[in-house]
């Protein structure tokens, strides 16, 4: 079984910041892609920010310039930096992992348990 722990968020100020962090334990063979999503009340979950095996990332555009992933993948840990942040980020924030857990198997979805973050002054 593979076990997402997330933490940071919080309350935070217009324009403020505040970082994000998710560890993955268990067993892991590999990681295709860690990211983070988010859901507000009422709305689906979105994509925030992923990034892949190669270091390659991608952004929903309404983050972009604004907010940072990174990864440390000895430690299994990804970070999602957010900067000048917007009463409208308000939502809960999920980590993804797309791991498997073995050679053989295909790579499956994880999901942490959701941190909130609100942004209200």
């Known amino acids: 079984q593979v076990q997402l722990v997330e933490s940071g968020g919080g309350l935070v100020q217009p324009g403020g910041s505040s970082r994000l962090s998710c560890i993955a334990s268990?067993?892991?063979?590999?990681?295709?892609?860690m990211g983070w999503f988010r859901q507000a009340p009422g709305k689906q979950r979105d994509l925030v920010a992923i990034?892949?095996?190669?270091?390659?990332?991608n952004y929903a555009d309404s983050v972009k310039g604004r907010f940072t992933i990174s990864r440390d993948t000895a430690k299994n840990t990804v970070y999602l930096q957010m900067n000048s942040l917007k009463p409208e980020d308000t939502a809960v924030y999920y980590c993804?992992?797309?791991?498997?857990?073995?050679?053989?198997?295909?790579?499956?979805?994880?999901w942490g348990q959701g941190t909130q973050v609100t942004v209200s002054s």
């Open positions: 268990g067993s892991i063979f590999s990681i295709n892609a």
């Open positions: 990034i892949n095996s190669g270091g390659s990332t």
């Open positions: 993804y992992f797309l791991a498997r857990r073995t050679r053989v198997l295909d790579p499956a979805d994880y």
